[in-house]
C-alpha cells in the first residue's frame, strides 16, 4: 500500500511537471524572436499596452498624463491590470508584455490543473485541462483577468474547507492587483453574492470565511480603482466622457445567445464547443451506468453548465433591444459591457471538459460500462485535440512559428507596430534640426497608429482611450471635419463610437497603418488651424501628402525617414509655416 502511494505521489508529479514544461515552451518563439515577435495589435499594442507605459512613467505623480492626447486625465488610460505596471518601471516592455503572457499561462494552467484535482479528477486530464487553458488566446495585457479565474476559485473552495487559508486570501488580493474590475472583477463579486445567498441558505458554517474573501476582493479593487470609480459617481467635478455620445446598436436575442454559447465574447473566444458537445455526450451516457463518483462530477458539469448559461443570457439581453433601451436612460451604464460576464466562462467550459474526462474513465472502471467508457473517452479525446489545434491557430503562437520559418512573414511585429529604429530616428531629426525635445513639441500620426509615437516617448494630440472628455473630442473632430464629410463610414465611426482619436483618410478608410510603398494621399484635408488650436506642432505621416502645403502643411524631410527592413517610412509635416 506504501508503494502504491509512492507511485501514485510520483505520477502527480509527472503529469504535473509535463504540462507545466508544455506551458514554459510557448515562451520559446518569443525569446528567438524577440522584438520581431507578433503580438495581437488590437486593444493589446494600440492601447492598453501604452496605458501601462505612461501610467508607469508617471506612478504616483500627479492626475495626468501629459504625454497622451493634449494632456488627458489618467482615467483616459485606466490599467487593465494595475499590479502588473511594476513591470514596465525598468523601461524593458516587449520583456514586460512577454512576462504578463507567460505569468498568466502558468498560472491559469497551475490553477485549472489544482481546480481539477479539487474535483477529483485524475492528474493526467488535469494537466491536460489546464495546458488548453494556459494556450487560449487570451490578452496578456488584461493580467490575470481571465487566465486568474481557476485558481481563484480553487482558493474559495480551499477556504470553504478551512484549509490554506492565508495563501488563499493572499491570492485573493493578488487578483484584485492583477486584474480588472470594469471588465471580469464586477461579475466575479456578483457570483460571488450569489454564492454566499446559498451558503448563507445550506451551509451558513462556510458563509464567514468566504464573506472575508469577498469583501478583500471589493476592497482591493476599490483601493486600485479609486479615480475610476471617483470619477463615475460624479467626484471632483469630472468632466462628460465620451462615452455619453455613444450609439448603441442593438443585437438580435436569440442570435446573439447563441454566439456567446458556441463561440464567447470578445476577447473570450476558447474554441470549447466541440470540448461542449463531447461533455454533454458523456455525461448523457454516464445516466445510464455511473453512480456514486459518476454522479458526483456530472453535478459539477451540470453547475458549470448552468452559471455559463446565466451569464450568456445577461449578456444577450445587455446587448439586445431591451438591454440597450435602459442602457440609453442610464448614461452612467452606457458604455459599460456585462457582455464581458463571459470573460468568466471559458475557466468553468474547461472545468466541465476535465469532469467529462473523468467521467469517462470512471465508466471504463466500470464493468457493464466499460464499452461506453472507451467509446466516449475516444470521442472526447478527440474533440480536445480538434480544440488545441484550435487553440494554436487562433492564437498568436502560431503567428510566431510562422515568423520563424519565415521572417518576410506578412503580418505586423512589434517592431513593425511600433516603428522601431524609425521613431527614433523622427525624434533625433526634430531634436537636430529644429533643437526641440519631445516635450517642447506636439503631434499627431497619420497612417501610423498613434501609439508609436506615444512609445518612444513623443507627446502626442491623438490616442485611442475608452473614457475622455466628450469636449476633446468636439474640438478633434473639427480637425478631422472635412475628411469625416467626405465618408459615411467614417463620420459614423467617429461620431457614434469615438474611441479611437485618430488623423482619419476618406482615401484609405479603415486602416490605421500605411505600409511604405507607392501609397500617397493625393486629397488629404483637415482643418489646420484646429490642430493648431490643438496645440498640433507636427504631423507624422506614413506616406507623402500631395500639394500639403496648399493645406497649411510644410513638408520637413524631402526623404521619409526609415530603415531598411522597417514597415513605415516617415515623413515629417510642420503644421502651419515653418
Known amino acids: 500500500m506504501r ?9 502527480h508529479k509527472v503529469w504535473f511537471f509535463l504540462g ?10 518569443y525569446i528567438l524572436l524577440g522584438e520581431d515577435a507578433v503580438f495581437t495589435y488590437h ?3 494600440d492601447g492598453e499596452l501604452i496605458a501601462y507605459i505612461l501610467q508607469a512613467k508617471h506612478l504616483f505623480r500627479g492626475d495626468s498624463l501629459p504625454e497622451f492626447m493634449g494632456g488627458m486625465p489618467k482615467t483616459a488610460l485606466t490599467l487593465p491590470a494595475p499590479g502588473f505596471v511594476v513591470l514596465f518601471l525598468a523601461g524593458h516592455y516587449f520583456a514586460a508584455l512577454l512576462a504578463m503572457q507567460m505569468v498568466g499561462s502558468l498560472v491559469g494552467y497551475v490553477g485549472m490543473y489544482l481546480l481539477a484535482r479539487e474535483c477529483k479528477v485524475q492528474e493526467g486530464i488535469g494537466a491536460a485541462a489546464g495546458v488548453l487553458f494556459a494556450y487560449l488566446p487570451f490578452l496578456p495585457v488584461y493580467g490575470l483577468s481571465q487566465y486568474g479565474i481557476p485558481l481563484l476559485f480553487w482558493c474559495v473552495l480551499q477556504l470553504n474547507k478551512k484549509r490554506y487559508s492565508a495563501v488563499s486570501y493572499l491570492y485573493v488580493a493578488f487578483y484584485a492587483l492583477t486584474s480588472s474590475l470594469a471588465l471580469v472583477g464586477f461579475g466575479l463579486l456578483g457570483m460571488g453574492v450569489l454564492w454566499l445567498m446559498w451558503l448563507l441558505w445550506r451551509r451558513r458554517e462556510r458563509a464567514l470565511a468566504f464573506l472575508g474573501a469577498w469583501l478583500l476582493l471589493l476592497g482591493v479593487y476599490i483601493v486600485v480603482n479609486f479615480r475610476l470609480l471617483a470619477e463615475l459617481l460624479g ?24 454566439q456567446n454559447l458556441t463561440k ?26 455511473g453512480e456514486g463518483s459518476v454522479k458526483r462530477l456530472r453535478r459539477t458539469v451540470g453547475v458549470c453548465l448552468l452559471w455559463n448559461l446565466l451569464f450568456c443570457i445577461v449578456a444577450a439581453l445587455w446587448d439586445s433591444g431591451a438591454g440597450v433601451f435602459l442602457r440609453n436612460r442610464m448614461e452612467a451604464l452606457r458604455g459599460f459591457q456585462v457582455n464581458r460576464l463571459l470573460w468568466i466562462a471559458p475557466a468553468l467550459w474547461y472545468l466541465a471538459f476535465a469532469c467529462g474526462g473523468m467521467i469517462c474513465l470512471e465508466l471504463l472502471a466500470a464493468r457493464k460500462g466499460r464499452v461506453w467508457g472507451m467509446l466516449t473517452g475516444a470521442v472526447l479525446g478527440c474533440a480536445a485535440m480538434a480544440s488545441g489545434f484550435q487553440i494554436l491557430l487562433a492564437g498568436d503562437i502560431k503567428s510566431n512559428i510562422q515568423k520563424l520559418r519565415n521572417p518576410d512573414y506578412g503580418l505586423l511585429s512589434y517592431r513593425d507596430y511600433y516603428a522601431i ?36 516617448g513623443f507627446y502626442s494630440l491623438d490616442g485611442y482611450s475608452n473614457n475622455y472628455p466628450a469636449a476633446y473630442k468636439q474640438e478633434f473632430r473639427r480637425v478631422l471635419a472635412p475628411e469625416l464629410e467626405r465618408s459615411e463610414y ?21 486602416y490605421y497603418t500605411i505600409e511604405k510603398g507607392g501609397f500617397f494621399f493625393q486629397d488629404y484635408r483637415l482643418d489646420v488651424e484646429a490642430l493648431k488650436g490643438l496645440g498640433g506642432d507636427y504631423l507624422l505621416s506614413a506616406a507623402y501628402i500631395a500639394d500639403a502645403e496648399e493645406r497649411g502643411l510644410t513638408l520637413m524631410t524631402e526623404e521619409p525617414l526609415e530603415t531598411e527592413d522597417s514597415y513605415y517610412r516617415i515623413y515629417i509635416y510642420a503644421v502651419g509655416d515653418r
Open 490 to 510: 467614417l463620420s459614423d465611426y467617429f461620431d457614434h463610437w469615438g474611441n479611437r482619436c485618430y488623423l482619419f483618410s476618406s482615401e484609405c478608410p479603415g
Open 264 to 289: 464567447g465574447g470578445q476577447h473570450s473566444e476558447d474554441c470549447h464547443l466541440l470540448l461542449l458537445v463531447a461533455t454533454l455526450a458523456v455525461s448523457a451516457v454516464s445516466f445510464a451506468f
Open 43 to 45: 486593444d493589446q499594442l
Open 20 to 29: 507545466l514544461a508544455a506551458v514554459a515552451a510557448m515562451a520559446v518563439p
Open 235 to 258: 467626484a471632483g467635478g469630472a468632466s462628460i466622457s465620451h462615452k455619453s455620445e455613444y450609439v448603441l446598436a442593438a443585437l438580435p436575442f436569440f442570435a446573439t445567445l447563441w
Open 3 to 11: 508503494d502504491r502511494k509512492l507511485t501514485g505521489s510520483k505520477l
Open 421 to 456: 529604429g524609425v521613431m527614433e530616428q523622427v525624434e533625433a531629426w526634430l531634436r537636430d534640426a529644429v533643437g526641440l525635445e519631445p516635450w517642447e513639441y506636439r503631434v499627431a500620426s497619420l497612417g501610423i497608429d498613434p501609439a508609436a509615437a506615444l512609445y518612444h
